[in-house]
């Protein structure tokens, strides 16, 4: 049934006023006893509490030192991660730094072994070079060898005879030689009509003084005894007379 109002309240009944004033009183009687001093429940009341909170604190302080220490093992393992890989980058940029270091080192000993290589074959055909210029100037200036023997000497007076226009081939001369002198330089026929006349026919090619002056060639030596000289001066007379001295066969 609705409790009854009056002015805008509830009218309380019987009942309900007498369980409201029961929860007061009770409540006084309970305040009262929590603030008489000396009472031992009112003694123990706080030690309860604070015995009650000590393990709810320890329980948070528990939970925020493990959720703090979690935290900072997270940290350090993301610390100790980045450190890792910037250890890693670095190391693998040495390395890249280290590579390309090498690889110019191995290029420029590569470009100096080249260089070096063309440098010595520069300078070995620069040496090769001029030993042949050097021969060919010893060559030039050096004056040709020919043997001390009839074959030297024939082969020595045909080279000055080639400079003078003379005539005359090796077999010609060869073969007027041996009949003249059998390659005898120091020969002298002292029987003949000219030995008679005091002019004998003296040397290889048995040439007399008259003949010898007059078809001597310069730049051999003025004697008859002289192998070059005598084949020479011999072979300028024969080709003025005959032509040659391959044109001779017997006494000239």
């Known amino acids: 049934m609705p409790v009854p109002t009056f002015s805008g309240y509830r009218r309380l009944t019987k009942t309900h006023r007498l369980s409201a004033a029961g929860v007061a009183a009770a409540g006084a009687a309970a305040l009262a006893f929590a603030v008489v001093p000396g009472s031992a429940e009112a003694e123990q009341a706080p030690k ?42 670095a190391e693998a940029e040495r390395q890249k730094k280290a590579a390309a270091e090498m690889a110019k080192k191995k290029a420029q000993f590569a470009a100096e072994a080249k260089e070096k290589a063309a440098k010595a074959k520069a300078a070995k055909e620069r040496a090769a070079k001029e030993a042949a210029n050097r021969s060919k100037a010893r060559a030039a200036v050096a004056p040709k060898q020919y043997p001390n023997n009839l074959d030297g000497w024939i082969r020595e007076a045909m080279d000055i005879m080639k400079k003078h226009d003379i005539p005359g081939s090796y077999e010609g001369i060869h073969r007027n030689i041996i009949r003249e002198s059998a390659g005898d330089p120091n020969a002298i026929n002292n029987w003949d009509i000219n030995a008679q006349n005091g002019v004998p026919s003296i040397g290889l090619l048995q040439v007399i003084k008259p003949t010898f002056d007059e078809y001597h060639v310069e730049g051999t030596k003025n004697s008859q005894y002289d192998p070059v000289a005598n084949i020479v001066a011999a072979c300028n007379y024969a080709a003025d007379r005959y032509g040659s001295m391959d044109n001779v066969d017997s006494a000239y």
């Open 48 to 89: 309860a509490q604070a015995l009650s909170a000590k393990p709810v604190a320890e329980q948070h302080a528990g939970s925020v030192g493990k959720i703090e220490k979690d935290s900072l093992t997270q940290q350090s393992a993301e610390a100790a991660k980045k450190a890792q890989a910037a250890k890693a980058k």
